[in-house]
């Protein structure tokens, strides 16, 4: 079974949702369950932890880890993934991103400076 460590887990989302990662982490150490986090990403603009918790698991322990993650999760669709400020769920790109306006307009600017041929 996959474990992703807390350090692995940023590394497949941006550093804005680090914060976001590390209060995951923290509250399912702080939580007493034995849990396995086996996939870390960004989907529809939002960050996405997969778990799994031992055969002996209780649906009381589900429901406590998906309340966790849930949490987390609406957190990201506030937080811009790329710095950590205040954003929203964006679709400029035909991809959802959490982005604050500074990033979103930073990525606009790239996105012009682009020659398609």
């Not at 590390?22 to 990403?41: P, W």
């Not at 205040?86 to 982005?99: I, N, Q, S």
């Amino acid at each position: 079974m996959v474990n992703i460590t807390r350090q692995g887990a940023k590394t497949f989302v941006g550093d804005g949702w680090h914060r976001l990662i590390d209060e995951a982490y923290d509250t399912i150490e702080n939580s007493g369950l034995l849990v396995s986090v086996v996939q870390v990403k960004e989907k529809f603009g939002t960050l996405r932890i997969y778990f799994s918790l031992p055969t002996d698991a209780t649906q009381e322990d589900y429901k406590k880890v998906h309340s966790i993650l849930d949490t987390v999760s609406e957190k990201s669709a506030k937080t811009c993934e790329y710095c950590g400020k205040p954003g929203e769920l964006d679709w400029t790109f035909a991809w959802a991103k959490c982005r604050c306006p500074e990033c979103r307009d930073l990525q606009m600017k790239r996105m012009k400076n682009i020659n398609v041929k």
